[in-house]
């Protein structure tokens, strides 16, 4: 049995590791990923506020040495869902399963004036670069923004505008500062009541001006202006922008989006086509775009083909659970527990901000770096800078 892993990011390590752990070398499993290694997600907050050095932050691939797994670093061209076959740079790949777990892509260049004026902190390259545009920044009007719906960790804007006030205090600048966070929710977290009143409590607090139901347009880079949808423009000086989602073209080209998303089972994370599944950001499944919910469906997964290859009877459905931590600044985090059920209202309960989840927050990524890379890593919480 050959098992195609496409992608490893949060659900592909997730079950790559799932497969090893229970066949080892009696299952033959291939997990292709472009990159060189993987970084969580809320390590780009991290090295953009200067908190943790790059290096700390980057788990390389090669480091992944579990029996019955190979690892394939090369851009998969295209996927036959329907043979089961994908090409790449580095030849092709046949299974009797697949996987789809290539996330969402980030297209910046899709909001007029982002490139040109602006800056976007969710790929890897951009957040790592921000780290020396806010190193270099004198103070002003700063803008986070998102430009497009739907987009990975909802809560990472509201993150970013609370670290933004504690970097600018602490340089000194906050106070000919002001930061503002335009958001498509009436909510910072629409999930959860609890946590939203704690966050707009937080930006009251911080004078963090609150700017709900409207997303960036566009930016005029020469009369220094966002653009907002239904026609506001507010004036910056620094804007970080969430860019413009969608699926990695090899997906688009695939026959397997239907509307911009991957459809599955919500259930099995069966996708349209026969054995090939697709989990995390790829799918329209109807969680949030965030990692947790990635590794949840990556473990359903799993458990599926681990029951198909013991002649077992099929496992629990997948539950649409997932937990996040949010961080409040001033080293506190808080958690928000989350459920998605299809035709259901999710609900979320909300804990803290405490130094406690903060140390939660950083075992929840040693946790994962120790189960799928074999190492130990204590980047996770802030004691690396
Ligand atoms: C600023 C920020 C903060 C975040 N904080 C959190 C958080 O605190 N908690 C949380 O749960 N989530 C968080 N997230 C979201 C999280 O990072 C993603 O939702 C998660 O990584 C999705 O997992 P995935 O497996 O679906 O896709 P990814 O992890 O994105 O993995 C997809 C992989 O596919 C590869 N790939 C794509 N196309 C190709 C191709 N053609 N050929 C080869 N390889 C390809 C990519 O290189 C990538 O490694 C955050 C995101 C951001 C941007």
Known sequence: MRVLVLGAGFGGLELSTRLSDEFGDELDVVLIDQGEGFVFGFSKLDVMFGRTPPSAVLHPYRDLAKPGLRFVQTIIRSIDPAAKRVTTDAGAFEADIVVVALG?????????????????????????????????????????????????????????????????????????????????????????????????????????????????????????????????????????????????????ESGLAVDGWVPVNPQTLETAFSDVYAVGDVTSVGTPKAGVFAEGQASVVAEQIIARLHGRSAPAPYDGHGMCYLEFGRDLVARVDVTFLSGETPVGDFEGPSLALAADKGEFGSSRIQRWFDRTWTGGTHSVI
């Open 104 to 252: 969402a892509d980030l297209d910046p260049s899709a909001t007029p004036g982002l490139v040109e004026g602006g800056h976007e902190f969710y790929t890897v390259p951009g957040a790592f670069a921000l780290r020396e545009v806010l190193a270099g920044f004198d103070g002003g009007q700063v803008i986070v923004g998102v430009t497009s719906t739907p987009f990975k960790c909802p809560p990472a804007p509201s993150e970013t505008a609370l670290l933004m006030h504690d970097y600018l205090t602490e340089r000194g600048i906050r106070d000919r500062s002001d930061i503002s966070l335009v958001m498509p929710f009436g909510v910072p977290i629409p999930p959860s009541p609890a946590a939203s009143e704690a966050v707009l409590v937080a930006f009251a607090e911080r004078e963090i001006n609150w700017c709900p139901e409207r997303l960036v347009s566009g930016l005029d880079p020469d009369r220094n202006v966002v653009m907002l949808s239904g026609g506001a423009e507010m004036p910056y000086d620094l804007f970080l922008g969430v860019p413009v989602h969608r699926v990695p073209a090899v997906v688009g």
